[in-house]
């Protein structure tokens, strides 16, 4: 018998953990937008979680844990919030990455191919990061239905979600349990694609 997940909010001590989980979900994004090495990005997203930096806050995490450990992260943002969480980031970024690269960041997140993230009826699925050792485990799939439920407490009977083209496996798992691709953006550098998917609950 496999033990129950336990699905909690986050708090700021919690930003070692929830940094890495940042970066995995984030993958190769997250060295194109901060211009860093690995392990600075690591650090860098663990004071901006520390603070409640907006985007990369606390506030709209959840940590989830098998037998008190936590082995995943959720970050989800209402759609219609998703310009005004990101505007909230920015006193953060320039506190905590130097003025200089906040901007360079800035300009890399304002040139991303692509439109909106998210549209106002969407709950918006920023960021899902299983630590590797638990991955195949089905945890994706509790925490989606986390997602859902979420979803539903704001009155939003859709949630959505971006995933990079390179990406099949979770593209395959959220394919598998309702979501469908609603756009696809294409960039000359193939990590930048990527699709949009939405699931109506």
């Given amino acids: 018998?496999?033990?129950?997940?336990?699905?909690?909010?986050?708090?700021?001590?919690d930003a070692s953990f929830a940094a890495s989980m940042i970066c995995l979900s984030m993958g190769s994004l997250a060295d194109r937008l901060f211009a860093q090495k690995a392990e600075t990005i690591d650090k860098m997203i663990a004071k901006l979680f520390a603070r409640n930096a907006g985007r990369f806050g606390y506030d709209n995490a959840y940590i989830a844990e098998l037998e008190d450990k936590p082995v995943g992260l959720l970050i989800v943002v209402r759609g219609a919030d998703v310009n005004r969480?990101?505007?909230?980031?920015?006193?953060?970024?320039?506190?905590?990455?130097?003025f200089t690269k906040a901007i360079g960041f800035i300009w890399r997140a304002v040139t991303l191919p692509g439109g909106r993230e998210a549209e106002d009826d969407e709950l918006y699925i920023a960021n899902l990061g299983i630590i590797p050792s638990m991955q195949g485990r089905s945890l994706g799939s509790q925490i989606l239905v986390y997602a859902e439920e979420l979803a539903r407490k704001y009155n939003l009977m859709k949630c959505s979600l971006i995933v990079g083209w390179?990406?099949?496996?979770?593209?395959?798992?959220?394919?598998?349990?309702?979501?469908?691709?609603?756009?696809?953006?294409?960039?000359?550098i193939e990590h930048r694609g990527y699709y949009r998917m939405v699931k109506a609950l």
Avoid: C, F, W
Wanted: charged share 25%; aromatic share 4%; proline share 4%.
């Fill in 1 to 13: 018998m496999n033990p129950e997940l336990g699905i909690r909010e986050a708090v700021s001590s």
């Fill in 166 to 188: 390179h990406n099949t496996g979770a593209r395959r798992l959220y394919e598998r349990i309702g979501y469908q691709i609603v756009e696809t953006v294409q960039d000359e």
């Fill in 85 to 98: 969480l990101n505007l909230k980031t920015i006193p953060h970024l320039i506190a905590v990455l130097d």
